[in-house]
């Protein structure tokens, strides 16, 4: 399955690629393959570009050590998100990090009239990031996950609801209202 | 009624295709949160600084232990 997240291994033998230095065992087609997924999700799921390296950094090594343990019931990419998913709460469970979100902040977006269908419009490329990290930060943790794992083409419903213990229909189900949530937080951001 | 303008018909036009043509090369659509998301992804490169890093740690890792053979025997 093509996806936008990760680019194919034969583009990727520059040298300024990230996984220069890491020889060309397996483990570092592994973090050629997905070290981009996985920086992007730490990223955006601590809201801070050191703690995210600090983070990817750790999550590939535990899977170096780890790799033995692979069964293959899973794919490589789902393996290393539950990794990275139990790596990312454990710590902002130790930094206190988590934004909690009061009843009167929920009811901006269930108030807010939907306009989910209407294109999200950004005018500078590089306050792309920035904006998405604002409203990404002001959603509950759960939907924050849900959307970085859907939007990762790489990964079913199926797939993203065993990473976040719950059923496909679960995940559709609370998608609707995470991407509204998202939209009304995002044109907030102007 | 149509407003007054100092423009002639010509200079309006040019105008116009100045101003679309700054839109479509600054503004940018997204269908879905998801293809936002995607598109910034993309665009988020991975510091290099995280594959010297783990070339490092890699190396100071000890050799991994033979499995015992009740391990293999029982799996595990």
Redesign the interface.
Known sequence: MNSIVSEPLAERECPDEPHAGLGSSEFAELYTEHSRAIFYLCLRLLSDPEKAEDATHDVFLKAFRKMDQFRGESSWRTWLYRIAINHCRNLQAAWHERHMLTNADEAIWETTPARTDSPLRVLETKELGQRIQKALDGLPPEYRLLLLLVADEQLSYEQVGALTDQSADAVRGKLHRARKAFAVLFQKTT | MKRETKLTQQEQEQLAAGQQQTQSS?????????A????????????????????E??SQ?PP?PARGWWRRFFGG
């Open positions: 600054s503004a940018q659509e997204f269908t879905s949160v998801e936002m998301l995607r598109h910034d992804a993309l665009h988020t490169p991975v510091p290099p600084s995280i594959a010297h890093r783990l070339e740690s890699v890792l991994a």
